[in-house]
């Protein structure tokens, strides 16, 4: 069972994502009709570690074999979508693999054409809007040690 819940027209979200960089290029993903950009990943589910969530995902939507380097952000991102307004909990996870899974242009993952995937070229991430908006300037100097961020929008 996914950690969500609903309480009128407010939803809780708890999410994790994954940074997957290669050749200067982030790894971001898309709903075929939305205009903004986001890591790959998806909701942990209950009893579940947020990485092991990370981890799952890139194997369920991509068939990436991935590790979890480290946890550069813990992010609690207030925002309004498909008119409900939204408290999501995201870890952003760096992830490492064995080998490359480069590629250019969009292409679509292993759960079918409802998400768009394309490695971005870090240095034009100002190019395209990605949500959550501080990935923009963070995807560009990712931390070494955890920081916990607050996005209101």
């Not at 971001?28 to 998806?42: E, N």
Request: net charge negative; hydrophobic share 35%.
């Amino acid at each position: 069972m996914d950690v969500r819940f609903q309480t009128g027209s407010k939803r809780f979200n708890y999410r994790a994502a994954g940074i997957l960089i290669e050749q200067d290029h982030v790894l971001l993903h898309k709903q075929v009709d939305d205009k903004y950009w986001a890591l790959p990943g998806g909701r942990v589910k209950l009893g579940e570690q947020a990485r092991d969530t990370v981890v799952r995902e890139m194997k369920e939507e991509l068939g990436y074999e991935v590790h979890v380097d480290h946890t550069p952000w813990i992010a609690e991102n207030f925002f309004h979508y498909d008119g409900h307004d939204y408290h999501e909990l995201g870890f952003y996870c760096t992830l490492i693999s064995n080998q490359s899974y480069f590629q250019k242009g969009p292409y679509h993952g292993l759960e079918g054409e409802r998400l768009i995937y394309q490695w971005i070229p870090i240095n034009e991430l100002n190019e395209i809007v990605v949500q959550p908006e501080f990935l923009t300037a963070g995807l560009r100097r990712v931390p070494e040690h955890t920081e916990h961020v607050i996005v209101e929008n």
